[in-house]
């Protein structure tokens, strides 16, 4: 990393801490994530061991609108002519605020992991379930990356949207309606929609309700989440030049 | 220095600046003055490249904004006195200032206490009064310590205590031998606060006039001849 790149992270990082609605998001997703574990594993199928802990990544809807807030929150609050003064070439202010958000994502996806282990475990225990299986590691692994994925897909739509309120209501009833809709009605287009993928790198192996289908290999679910994020980021990348008025 | 020739700037089909062409000399503190919507702040964010223009150039020190090596440390810029993040402490923006531009981060510190800010450095700017945005704002321009500084209305919200500060402060800088661009839209700041003032309205070049007691008389005589 170039010194300058360094000095532009080290900046985004700075102001993400500092920002409360961005902490307070963070530990929402960790709360997400054990509701949700303890949903699979008491309603759905205590028998599903990987699904259970990858619900690790569950938190991602906070997650993703943490990313959002670090771009769209700069149009939000006007602070960007700041960012824009100091850096006007602009798309290093972009990848920086990559680069943070999936530090922020990443610190997200460890904060959920380390909450949502233990009480997997003990959940499963009051099942008699199987405490683990050799496709945990790896679902564990795919719901920490995949988390700090989404923060980066929540920076790169904030940045394209701009609008933060709208960033936010579109990619909220974008991932949760249509793309769930997909993925429970249509499986096969709706395991290659950014949540399907995600899902799946995720180690969720099922689609149970209300029409059978599959989702994508973890592996290939991780390849086309990264794809879908590294295209937005893309996409955020080449509208900068916009005017700030 | 800084050069705007030929500029024009539009916004859809709505020109908001026209062939705009003037310089600001470096050493005194020189006013842009205009009504409301004359083109001031659309000139100023052209010239920091916020905003692209249609054509002409708008130039400090002879490079474009963009084109600046270390544009923190050339030109410093108040642009709006709301920009910032309410949680945010004035600390913690110029402080990611700071490591953006690579400024070492203790700048942040010393130009709070140059604008009197200091006691009020940890609190979150949501709760401070316009007044304070304002020293806030002019002190993150300061950050880099620029020979050059364009500032859009900032005396916008300032009590007649403030301007006064803010009069002595701008011609410190002008003395040190910086070039100093005050936009505004009141005539009786800038009559403080310049040695001489651009005057344009709706995008175009009216006038450039020194400042003399009979400033505003001059003034209104010039808006009333161009309409």
Redesign the interface.
Known sequence: MSGRLGGLVAAELRKAVATRSVRLLVVLGAVLCAAWATVQVLVFDPDDVVAAYGMAQQGYPAVMIAGILLSAGEYRHRTVTWAYLVTPTRVPVIGAKVVAGAAVGLGAGLLAAVVTVPLVMVLLATRDAPLFDPAVPLALLGSVLGTALWCVFGVAVGALVRNQSAAIAVALLWTFYAEWTLIMLVPEVGRWTPTGAAKAASGWTRVDLPVAGSVLPAWAGALVFLGYALVAVALAGATVRRDVT | MISVTALTTS?GRVRAVSDLTFDVPAGRVTGFLGPNGAGKT?TL?TL?????QDSGTALIDGSR??D?PD??RT?G?V??S????????AR??L????????IPTRRAGEVLDEVSLLDAADRRVGGFSLGMRQRLALA?ALLGDPAVLVLDEPANGLDPEGIHWLRGHLRALAADGRTVLVSSHVLTELSLMADEVVVINDGHLLTRLPVTPDLERVYLDAIRAAR
């Not at chain 2, 920091?48 to 692209?52: A, C, D, N, Q, Y």
């Not at chain 2, 402080?95 to 690579?102: D, F, G, I, N």
Request: aromatic share 8%; proline share 6%; net charge positive.
């Open positions: 916004f659309t964010r920091l490249g916020l905003v692209r904004y963009v600046l544009p923190v030109v810029a642009l709006e709301t920009a910032f993040h309410p949680g945010h402490s913690v923006h402080e990611a200032l700071c490591l953006a531009a690579r993150s």
